[in-house]
């Protein structure tokens, strides 16, 4: 299920009935149009969510049609107060994953996935992504943003991958994993292995060990877990000439040097200086 990023039935409330088709294009556009009303916005979020894959043209139109977007981003927005609070209900959660599930739409068709990164409007989701509460309303949440996030990167798009490197989709994707069911854990691995596909994404993380270790509470960690083969000579030797490299390690072991001194904790790598004569 997380393969092809459809999310969960039950994800959302069943209120779709015989009577309310959204085959036609003035059953579409009736539904569009009450995104504005305050009466009538929770339900056309539904039915537009739960019936997004039988208009293919879906997208377009919601990106097109005039205050539609800023409609769904209202809603997005509305509950960031309740994020750090036991506030947010389930009821809330599942109107914004609705409006979550139209950004995916919009951001898997061609025709409106640049205009969608242009506008920035994943930015919008990291809140989501970033709350470490494992309460449902906030699962579903989490949820919804990922497959948003996912359905990006499974495009392929350069562009795409660039602008979650740029905007430091790494650590959401981490917490993520961290904190999120068994599903979210899944989508958001599914997200980082797609962007190391790519080579931006596979140079990114070649320096997210210096990234990592800027941190003291992660260099800490780092000082526990990197591998010692990382201060032999056999190795390091291997990086005669390579500046560049060099340069990173260099950092990295500097980085965990500092955060030893001032800790006192065992260390048994190289010292950074002895890299020097590497270049």
């Given at each position: 299920?997380?393969?092809?990023?459809?999310?969960?039935?039950?994800?959302?409330?069943?209120?779709?009935?015989?009577?309310?088709?959204?085959?036609?294009?003035?059953?579409?556009?009736?539904?569009?149009?009450?995104?504005?009303?305050?009466?009538?916005?929770?339900?056309?979020?539904?039915?537009?969510?739960?019936?997004?894959?039988?208009?293919?043209?879906?997208?377009?139109?919601?990106?097109?049609?005039i205050g539609t977007?800023?409609?769904?981003?209202?809603?997005?927005?509305?509950?960031?107060?309740?994020?750090?609070?036991?506030?947010?209900?389930?009821?809330?959660?599942?109107?914004?994953?609705?409006?979550?599930?139209?950004?995916?739409?919009?951001?898997?068709?061609?025709?409106?996935?640049?205009?969608?990164?242009?506008?920035?409007?994943?930015?919008?989701?990291?809140?989501?992504?970033?709350?470490?509460?494992?309460?449902?309303?906030?699962?579903?949440?989490?949820?919804?943003?990922?497959?948003?996030?996912?359905?990006?990167?499974?495009?392929?798009?350069?562009?795409?991958?660039?602008?979650?490197l740029q905007t430091?989709?790494?650590?959401?994707?981490?917490?993520?994993?961290?904190?999120?069911?068994?599903?979210?854990?899944?989508?958001?691995?599914?997200?980082?292995?797609?962007?190391?596909?790519?080579?931006?994404?596979?140079?990114?993380?070649?320096?997210?060990?210096?990234?990592?270790?800027?941190?003291?509470?992660?260099?800490?960690?780092?000082?526990?877990?990197?591998?010692?083969?990382?201060?032999?000579?056999?190795?390091?030797?291997?990086?005669?000439?390579?500046?560049?490299?060099?340069?990173?390690?260099?950092?990295?072991?500097?980085?965990?040097?500092?955060?030893?001194?001032?800790?006192?904790?065992?260390?048994?790598?190289?010292?950074?200086?002895?890299?020097?004569?590497?270049?």
């Amino acid at each position: 299920m997380a393969s092809d990023l459809n999310l969960p039935e039950s994800l959302y409330e069943d209120y779709s009935t015989p009577d309310l088709p959204v085959h036609g294009p003035a059953s579409v556009a009736y539904w569009i149009q009450a995104l504005q009303s305050h009466e009538t916005k929770e339900r056309a979020l539904l039915i537009l969510s739960q019936n997004k894959e039988i208009r293919k043209d879906l997208a377009p139109l919601l990106w097109n049609s005039i205050g539609t977007i800023s409609a769904l981003l209202q809603e997005i927005i509305s509950v960031y107060r309740t994020l750090s609070s036991p506030n947010l209900t389930e009821t809330a959660s599942t109107r914004v994953s609705n409006a979550l599930a139209l950004f995916q739409c919009v951001a898997s068709h061609p025709e409106t996935r640049k205009q969608f990164l242009k506008a920035k409007l994943p930015l919008y989701l990291y809140p989501f992504l970033n709350t470490k509460d494992k309460e449902k309303p906030h699962e579903y949440l989490r949820l919804t943003s990922l497959g948003v996030i996912g359905t990006l990167v499974k495009s392929d798009d350069p562009e795409a991958i660039r602008f979650l490197l740029q905007t430091e989709i790494f650590p959401c994707c981490l917490t993520s994993m961290e904190v999120g069911s068994d599903l979210s854990k899944q989508v958001a691995t599914f997200i980082i292995y797609k962007i190391l596909l790519h080579e931006e994404g596979l140079k990114y993380c070649c320096v997210l060990a210096d990234r990592l270790s800027q941190s003291p509470r992660a260099c800490d960690g780092l000082r526990c877990c990197l591998p010692l083969w990382f201060g032999d000579r056999k190795f390091t030797s291997q990086l005669h000439g390579d500046f560049v490299a060099v340069r990173y390690l260099q950092e990295l072991l500097s980085n965990i040097m500092a955060r030893h001194e001032a800790t006192r904790q065992p260390m048994r790598l190289l010292q950074p200086m002895q890299l020097m004569q590497l270049v």
